[in-house]
């Protein structure tokens, strides 16, 4: 294809130094590479998608499960959570409220970290309930005589039969069960509005339900533990 850079740079208004970068941008290469648009105002659709999403799986949740949890909580001596990936980004939040709110929380591999007694208790979050480190951690804790508390998509899983306690938040996106075909009918017949492969990617939505869902607990444990607000702030990091 044959280009006469003066007359497309001239024909468009297009500066000199400009002409090569236009150009490419008209043929569909931006460096060296095919050009990727998009319209910003996804992120919005995807935003107000997630939230109804989140709301739905909510509604669908056991009370059941979470009042046992919840129990668990408010029992729990010492507390060690883990998780892998992104869901053990999740688990160190977690650890850092109940520090927040006045708990012994410990992250399991940090060097800080005590040795578990029996009677402590684990949090786990994994949404597979099969990860082999994760797996491995939760029989440690069950040989020490701890208590176990998952949190995960899988409530069949290896980890969930280890368990003392376990939320099941759901596999709405089929990610962990691999059934992303059942959940994109319900996108086409109205039950959610999007039918792109790109919302909630991978283990996403399990991710951000599990932060939603630890944060819920923390506001539950703060009011059942009638813990003062100034409190919690004398316990913030100054050091940092």
Same mark, same amino acid.
């Given at each position: 294809?044959?280009?006469?850079?003066?007359?497309?740079?001239?024909?468009?208004?297009?500066?000199?130094?400009?002409?090569?970068?236009?150009?490419?941008?008209?043929?569909?290469?931006?460096?060296?590479?095919?050009?990727?648009?998009?319209?910003?105002?996804?992120?919005?659709?995807?935003?107000?998608?997630?939230?109804?999403?989140?709301?739905?799986?909510?509604?669908?949740?056991?009370?059941?499960?979470?009042?046992?949890?919840? @129990?668990?909580?408010?029992?729990?001596?010492?507390?060690?959570?883990?998780?892998?990936?992104?869901?053990?980004?999740?688990?160190?939040?977690?650890?850092?409220?109940?520090?927040?709110?006045?708990?012994?929380?410990?992250?399991?591999?940090?060097?800080?970290?005590?040795?578990?007694?029996?009677?402590?208790?684990?949090?786990?979050?994994?949404?597979?309930?099969?990860?082999?480190?994760?797996?491995?951690?939760?029989?440690?804790?069950?040989?020490?005589?701890?208590?176990?508390?998952?949190?995960?998509?899988?409530?069949?899983?290896?980890?969930?039969?280890?368990?003392?306690?376990?939320? @099941?938040?759901?596999?709405?996106?089929?990610?962990?069960?691999?059934?992303?075909?059942?959940?994109?009918?319900?996108?086409?017949?109205?039950?959610?509005?999007?039918?792109?492969?790109?919302?909630?990617?991978?283990?996403?939505?399990?991710?951000?339900?599990?932060?939603?869902?630890?944060?819920?607990?923390?506001?539950?444990?703060?009011?059942?533990?009638?813990?003062?607000?100034?409190e919690v702030t004398s316990r913030l990091s100054n050091v940092q």
């Amino acid at each position: 294809m044959n280009y006469n850079h003066g007359y497309f740079a001239r024909s468009r208004s297009i500066p000199p130094g400009d002409t090569l970068i236009a150009l490419y941008s008209e043929m569909g290469i931006c460096n060296g590479g095919p050009c990727m648009t998009g319209d910003p105002l996804l992120i919005q659709d995807y935003l107000q998608q997630m939230a109804e999403t989140i709301t739905q799986s909510v509604a669908s949740l056991d009370p059941d499960r979470m009042v046992a949890f919840f @129990d668990e909580m408010l029992a729990a001596r010492r507390v060690y959570v883990t998780g892998a990936g992104r869901s053990g980004l999740i688990a160190r939040a977690f650890a850092m409220r109940l520090m927040h709110i006045g708990y012994d929380a410990y992250v399991v591999g940090e060097t800080i970290t005590p040795a578990m007694r029996a009677g402590d208790t684990l949090v786990v979050f994994s949404g597979s309930g099969a990860t082999g480190s994760i797996l491995n951690i939760c029989m440690t804790a069950k040989e020490l005589q701890g208590r176990i508390c998952l949190i995960t998509a899988s409530p069949e899983s290896k980890m969930a039969n280890l368990a003392d306690c376990v939320v @099941d938040l759901g596999d709405e996106t089929g990610y962990y069960h691999r059934d992303r075909g059942a959940f994109e009918v319900r996108q086409i017949t109205g039950q959610y509005r999007s039918v792109v492969a790109t919302f909630a990617p991978l283990g996403t939505l399990f991710e951000t339900l599990a932060l939603v869902f630890s944060d819920a607990v923390i506001s539950s444990l703060l009011q059942a533990r009638h813990e003062d607000i100034s409190e919690v702030t004398s316990r913030l990091s100054n050091v940092q």
